[in-house]
């Protein structure tokens, strides 16, 4: 078993009305606490490494890691790269044997965007790897993304076909409403579906990518808060938009937050109702445990992907 590319499994999800989990990892546990989920709902898996986890981790292990997962588990995995910023740091990763790059060229304007997601195109392409770029700028946690300004950094539909035509890049993550972190809505959370019909219409053969699709559920940012100091502010994409958005194209849907949620919630209560504990491998075996239930939640209950590997 080796690593794959996300290729197939967009192809076959693209006019189906699941989409692929993308999950981020930092560590061991993370990445074990994945792929047995994967592995239990037959679902395959991309696994996503950001520069702050390359930082934090180191390439070579995140990368051998995986591999021994796969290898444990026999799931179809693609490593990619999370918001790469620039060319050198997608080369790297391509060097390193990751399958899937993403260039973030999103807070260039148009025609930088383009130029930079063609480079790295034009790289990964030669190597064998596909890539994901962004179009629109998800907001900032910080910000409303409910008022009509915002409308700007939205992605538009007639952009992306240009984009998608000009760059030749395998899928675009879009900007519909969501935003990374654990708060995303000051009032009523609302992502814009026509925008996400126009844009599938309007290229019906890009996989779609959905960023910030935590849904920050209630249930483990109490828990986090009963064990501990409070997580600030809390207000995600609940659970049925993200189902719909799998029915319009988008494939890949980013999942961090609910992960960092639900792993430190259990780690908090290991660790308040063991206090003379000290071995790691008991409370950070729980937060194993947490994101592998986490992760058949979300794969099982809001992508629809069990059983389609
Ligand atoms: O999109 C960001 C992901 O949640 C990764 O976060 O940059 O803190 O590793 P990070
Ligand atoms: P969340 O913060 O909503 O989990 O989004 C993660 C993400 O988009 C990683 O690229
Ligand atoms: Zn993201």
């Known amino acids: 078993m080796a690593l794959v590319t996300t290729k197939e499994m967009f192809s076959k999800a693209l006019n189906s009305d699941y989409a692929i989990g993308a999950f981020n ?9 994945i792929v047995e989920a994967g592995q239990q709902e037959n679902s395959p898996l991309i696994l996503q490494v950001s520069a ?18 796969i290898e444990d588990t026999g799931c179809d995995v693609a490593l990619h790269l999370d918001h790469g910023e620039d060319f050198e740091i997608c080369k ?4 390193d044997g990751f399958t899937s790059v993403m260039i973030d060229g999103s807070k260039h304007d148009f025609e930088e965007n383009i130029r930079i997601t063609k480079e790295v195109v034009d790289y990964a392409h030669a190597h064998g790897v596909v890539v994901e770029a962004e179009l629109g ?9 409910n008022v009509d300004s915002k409308d700007a950094t939205f992605t538009d539909p007639a952009q992306a076909k240009e984009f998608v035509e000009r760059t030749g890049v395998d899928s675009l993550a879009v900007a519909i409403g969501t935003s990374h972190g654990a708060y995303k809505f000051k009032g009523e959370p609302r992502l814009d579906f026509e925008r ?26 109490d828990k ?3 064990y501990g100091g409070e997580i600030p502010g809390a207000q995600g994409v609940p659970e049925d938009m993200i189902t719909t958005a799998a029915k319009y194209g988008v494939c890949k849907v980013n999942i961090d ?21 000290f071995d790691p491998r008991k409370y950070l075996g729980a937060g194993r445990a947490a994101i592998k239930d986490m992760v058949a939640h979300k794969i099982r209950d809001v992508l629809n992907a069990s059983n389609t590997k």
Not at 55 to 68: C, F, Q
Not at 205 to 216: C, F, I, K
Not at 264 to 270: I, L, M, P, Q, S
């Open 196 to 221: 996400l019909k126009a844009i599938h219409e309007a290229i019906p053969d890009t996989p779609l990518v959905l960023h910030g699709a935590s849904t920050v559920i209630k249930e483990f940012v």
């Open 257 to 277: 937050t609910d992960l960092r949620l639900a792993m430190t919630a259990e780690v908090r209560k290991y660790l308040a109702e063991n206090p003379k504990e």
């Open 224 to 226: 986090c808060n009963e």
């Open 25 to 33: 990892v930092n560590n061991m546990e993370i990445i074990q606490g």
């Open 52 to 69: 702050g986890a390359r930082k934090y981790a180191k390439p070579a292990y995140l990368v051998k890691l995986v591999e021994a997962a």
């Open 92 to 95: 790297k990763c391509v060097d």
């Open 137 to 145: 700028k998800l907001a900032g946690i910080e910000d409303d993304v």
